[in-house]
Every structure is written in structure tokens, then in C-alpha cells.
């Protein structure tokens, strides 16, 4: 991810719009809670409802488009995290949800206006797939304030963040391994996922086995070519980055063959390992391996890594296993209660030690600075 220093904006901005990702966050998993049935800080209807929107875009996209905005440097580009930011607020706290709605749709279309500077400034093939993820996550944005069901968004949401993040491994790949020649396959590939994903709402079972094989072609790839092949030697961040990248590779190799093989699936079993597979064991894994890469970019402060990482990574995976291969491959409904348990505690535990994390090294520097006068 390449991030430039703006000026455009003082860094209490960029704090506010990442708190308003993290209290979309927070709400996400106690939506969670309510929705596996164990109980939950807040009892709230909606939050249940807007549970894949929170996460996918009032944290995610949030996070997504503020890094973007820092990399462009440009005010108005902030206005797409302010929107989706607001708008997972506004999903919880607003009546009725097409405020919410409208909100995503504008903070969606602001992010894939930014790649237009951005690919004029460097027309990558990287930088093409980030814009075509941003289509997608505005077309999911309309669909939803539209009135369609978030089950029937779920490739949409899957297509928005497996392009971003594919995208920005095929820029650190090319510049690793020199894979350039190999980047008309991706982009053939990429199209192709891109194409099935309005295909799965109009012709569902085609669609979604076309948007599961696109997957699987499209890991492959970043299996192939990662730089975290490399990297997963090395020692400290470098190998935690690349523990993280793979194992998230093998839980997308998990949703593609759910919707290769199982075709539309919008409930059940099916549906609760193909979501969290693309959004708990891909996302989040890339989010833990990144963060301390990218918050201090964004935020001007340092969060060091420290092998206590690896903890809540670990239960991320294991939590998800046992929440798919048992609870949804062998109709356990404790397992999947189990998992869902386990992965809340493994997203707030990284939470609680990226935070700690910083502040410890936001102390250690004040305090050098106050012994050097």
C-alpha cells in the first residue's frame, strides 16, 4: 500500500473518521453476538439487520478510504470516509436505514472517483482493480438503499474488498518479483470476477459458481505471486504479515469452493461459511497483517509489532475453524456458537494490543524527547 503524507487535512480529522470505523466496528460484533443468539452488550434490533454493512462498509470501507484519501492528498477525498463513516453510524442510530444507506452510497462513489487521480498519476494495473473493487462496493451501497437484501449483497461486499486487497498484493508482487508479464492473466481473472457478481443477482446459479471459480483462479495468483512467499522466512513483522496473508488465502480458497460447488447460497450453513470465510478469515487476517504497516502512516504515530500478535491471529483461525468445519460442515450449532465467540474476543484482543501498543510507543518517545532537553 503506498501512502503519502498529505497536509490536507490535520491529523484530529483523521482520528475522528478512524473512530467512527471503530465504533462501526464495535457494533458490528455485538450485531454478531445477537445474531449467533448468546447475548450481547446491547440488545438493539437493527444492529442485527445492518451487521455485514457495519462491517464491511462502516469499518472496512471506512479504513479503505482514509488510506486512499492520505494517498492522494487531495480534501475532497476525505468526503469518502466521512460518508461511509457517518453512514455506519447512521445505520444504528437513524431511522430510517436509507439515510444510512444514502450515506454509503456517497462515501462508496467518492472512493472510486479518488483512483481516477490516482491512475492518471500511476495507470497500473493495481490501481485498475482498487477502482473496480470501488464499483462494486457502490453498486452493493444502491442495491442496499435500494431495499434488496444484504444476503443478495454479499458478492458485491466480497467482490469490493477481494479486488481492493488483490490489487494492492499485485503492486507489492510486481515490484518483488517483477511479475508484469503475468499481469494480463490477473486483470482477464479480476474482470471475470467482476462480472459475476451482478451476474449472481440476475442469474444466480450461473453467477455464483462463475464468481467461485474466478475466486480460486484469482487466490491462485496471489498464492503464486505474493511477496509473503518471501517474506514468511523472515523474522518479526515481516513473517507475522506473511503468516497472516496466506492463512487468509486459504480461508478465500474456502468461499470460492462454497460458491463453486454450492452455488447461490444466501442462508444457512452455506451462507455463514462463505461470509465469514471472505470477511473474518480473508479481511481480518489482511487487516491484522497491515495494520501496523498502515496505521502509522495514516495517523502519523507508530504502532509497533510485538509477537503478543500472533495471539489473537491464531485465534482468529482456530475459532473460525471450528465455526465452519464443525458447526457449519457437521450442523454443530455450539460450534458455530463457539467460533463466533472466539472470533469477537480475537478482533478485540489485536484491538486491545495494537492500541496499548501504540500508546506504549507514544510514551516512549515523549519520554526521550523530554530526556534529550
Not at 503519502?4 to 482520528?15: D, K
Not at 499481469?183 to 479480476?190: D, K, P
Not at 502519523?300 to 468445519?325: E, K, N
Request: aromatic share 8%.
Amino acid at each position: 500500500m503506498n501512502t503519502e503524507r498529505s497536509t490536507a487535512t490535520p491529523n484530529v480529522v483523521r482520528l475522528a473518521l478512524l473512530a467512527c470505523g471503530g465504533a462501526a466496528l464495535l457494533a458490528g460484533l455485538d450485531a454478531a453476538l445477537l445474531l449467533l443468539g448468546v447475548g450481547a452488550p446491547v440488545s438493539v434490533g437493527r444492529l442485527a439487520d445492518v451487521h455485514g454493512l457495519l462491517m464491511v462498509y462502516g469499518f472496512v470501507g471506512t479504513l479503505v478510504s482514509l488510506e486512499r484519501a492520505v494517498a492522494l492528498g487531495k480534501t475532497w477525498a476525505f468526503l469518502a470516509p466521512v460518508g461511509l463513516g457517518l453512514g455506519g453510524l447512521a445505520l444504528v442510530l437513524v431511522e430510517p436505514s436509507a439515510v444510512g444507506g444514502g450515506l454509503l452510497v456517497f462515501g462508496s462513489v467518492v472512493l472510486a472517483a479518488t483512483y481516477v487521480p490516482l491512475w492518471q498519476r500511476n495507470s497500473a494495473t493495481s490501481v485498475l482493480l482498487q477502482a473496480a473493487g470501488a464499483v462494486l462496493a457502490a453498486g452493493g451501497a444502491v442495491l442496499f438503499a435500494a431495499g434488496i437484501p444484504v444476503p443478495w449483497l454479499l458478492p458485491w461486499m466480497a467482490g469490493f474488498l477481494v479486488l481492493t486487497i488483490g490489487g494492492e498484493r499485485l503492486e507489492l508482487a510486481r515490484v518483488a518479483f517483477g511479475v508484469s508479464h503475468t499481469e494480463t492473466g490477473a486483470l482477464v481473472t479480476c474482470s471475470a470476477l467482476m462480472l459475476a457478481v451482478p451476474a449472481s443477482l440476475l442469474w444466480s446459479v450461473a453467477g455464483y459458481r462463475v464468481l467461485g471459480g474466478a475466486l480460486l483462479i484469482v487466490t491462485g495468483w496471489l498464492g503464486r505471486y505474493d511477496i509473503a512467499r518471501r517474506t514468511v522466512h523472515a523474522a518479526g513483522l515481516a513473517r507475522f504479515s506473511a503468516y497472516c496473508l496466506l492463512g487468509g488465502y486459504l480461508w478465500l480458497v474456502v468461499a470460492g469452493g462454497v460458491w463453486l460447488i454450492g452455488g447461490p447460497v444466501r442462508s444457512g450453513a452455506g451462507y455463514d461459511a462463505a461470509a465469514h470465510a471472505v470477511f473474518l478469515g480473508f479481511v481480518m487476517s489482511m487487516i491484522f497483517a497491515h495494520a501496523p504497516i498502515i496505521l502509522p502512516a495514516v495517523l502519523r504515530r507508530p504502532l509497533p509489532y510485538h509477537p503478543i500478535m500472533y495471539v489473537p491471529a491464531g485465534l482468529l483461525h482456530l475459532s473460525l475453524a471450528v465455526r465452519i468445519v464443525v458447526g457449519d460442515g457437521a450442523d454443530q450449532r455450539w460450534a458455530v456458537e463457539a467460533g463466533g465467540i472466539g472470533n469477537v474476543v480475537a478482533i478485540l484482543a489485536f484491538l486491545v494490543i495494537a492500541v496499548g501498543s501504540a500508546l506504549s510507543a507514544r510514551g516512549e518517545t515523549q519520554a526521550k524527547r523530554e530526556a534529550g532537553t
